[in-house]
């Protein structure tokens, strides 16, 4: 079994790989929040069946490949569910306001050199130090 930092470059080629991929492909940025909100407000009704193809992938890949190799994936999350909604509806606003998320701003802009991607990524990645700070030392998350 390769040590942890392995899986974690292939893992990273990998969505590089693919946000290539799609904008070569489609000539649009891959931002999985993009993405789902235009699937959610419909006004990705020409691109739907590919948006929902990307989406079933993000889902399905991590079962294959525990169902392929036998191994575990880790996962982190919390064992309290309104912790976790509320998290995502705030990922969710943010990104809304932000134009954007980790896949658009942060592997897409900054690999292409984007000034708001860069700073979008510095300001999303500076609030969740804050947020998992703050939850587990004041809320003892």
């Known amino acids: 079994m390769p040590a942890d930092w392995i899986w974690g470059i292939v893992g990273g080629g990998l969505i590089g790989l693919a946000g290539a991929v799609y904008l070569l492909g ?20 020409d691109a739907a069946l590919e948006r929902l193809c990307f989406l079933a992938g993000l ?23 309104a912790i976790v909604i509320l998290a995502g509806l705030l990922v ?18 900054i690999s292409r050199l984007s000034r708001r991607g860069i700073v979008a ?14 939850g587990r030392t004041v809320l003892g998350i």
């Open 26 to 45: 489609n000539g649009r940025i891959m931002g999985a929040s993009g993405i789902i909100g235009s699937l959610v407000d419909g006004s990705a009704r």
């Open 59 to 81: 889902v399905a890949v991590p079962a294959v490949l525990q169902w392929a190799g036998g191994a575990a994936v880790d996962t982190n999350i919390p064992g309290n569910w």
């Open 92 to 109: 969710g606003i943010g990104t809304r306001i932000g134009s954007g998320c980790t896949s658009g701003h942060g592997i897409c802009g």
């Open 121 to 134: 990524t510095l300001v999303y990645m500076a609030a969740g130090a804050l947020a998992v700070t703050f």
